[in-house]
């Protein structure tokens, strides 16, 4: 069993940048890949980056390639999704989460966090 609890949203214009992260309990967050999602009002939830837990591998979306960084500390049982170059598209609801296979799909991870709120202003 994971639970996981996100922080680090906020207000911030177009261009600014905001660090989440993902804290997670459980003994066995190291073994876990751990994955961000996005949702939009109106719109489906997104797969934004995810990071495997042995080689700590990253994957990102096309959109955020260059801009998001995804990494982890299993030593504090963390992961964070620094973001730079924000743009007002990037306003959404964030989402970490759990599972074990690095994959953009939200049905194949097992654990999720409530969400924080990042609103980038133009």
């Known amino acids: 069993q994971v639970q996981l609890v996100e922080s680090g949203g906020g207000l911030v214009q177009a261009g600014g940048s905001l660090r989440l992260s993902c804290a997670a309990s459980?003994?066995?967050?190291?073994?876990?890949?751990m994955g961000w999602f996005r949702q939009a009002p109106g719109k489906e939830r997104e797969f934004v980056a995810a990071?495997?837990?042995?080689?700590?591998?990253?994957y990102y979306a096309n959109f955020v390639k260059g801009r998001f960084t995804c990494s982890r500390d299993n030593a504090k049982n963390t992961v964070y999704l620094q973001m730079n170059s924000l743009k007002p598209e990037d306003t959404a609801v964030y989402y970490c989460?759990?599972?074990?296979?690095?994959?953009?799909?939200?049905?194949?991870?097992?654990?999720w966090g409530r969400g924080t709120q990042v609103t980038v202003s133009s």
């Open positions: 990071i495997e837990w042995n080689r700590g591998s990253t």
């Open positions: 459980g003994r066995t967050f190291s073994s876990y890949t």
């Open positions: 989460a759990a599972g074990w296979v690095a994959t953009t799909k939200s049905t194949t991870y097992d654990y």
